[in-house]
């Protein structure tokens, strides 16, 4: 599976000692690009839990949907 995610920052966030959370003890940051605390994981990854091999899909207005893949230049000389 592959997730297409817009994201609109354009620079790193620095993590602090307050992002630690006191009840867990950890830091956990997003790896999937759906969570709406980004960089922070808030447990958006769940809807990916059933998604395909081999399909692309787009998460929008809390609704997903199966897209062809897009394929760059790089990798079309592939
Ligand atoms: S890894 Fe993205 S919300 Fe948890």
New binding site residues.
């Given amino acids: 599976m592959t997730r297409l995610v817009e994201l609109e920052a354009n620079g790193p966030r620095k993590l602090e000692p307050d992002d630690i959370d006191d009840g867990k003890g950890d830091v956990?940051?997003?790896?999937?690009?759906?969570?709406?605390?980004?960089p922070?994981?808030?447990?958006?990854?769940?809807r990916?839990r059933d998604e395909d091999e081999g399909t692309t899909y787009v998460y929008e207005d809390g609704e997903r949907r199966e897209v062809e893949r897009v394929v760059t230049a790089d990798e079309a000389d592939e």
């Avoid at 956990?28 to 980004?38: K, T």
């Avoid at 994981?41 to 769940?46: A, I, K, P």
């Fill in positions: 956990a940051v997003c790896q999937c690009g759906l969570s709406d605390e980004f922070f994981c808030d447990g958006s990854h769940r990916t």
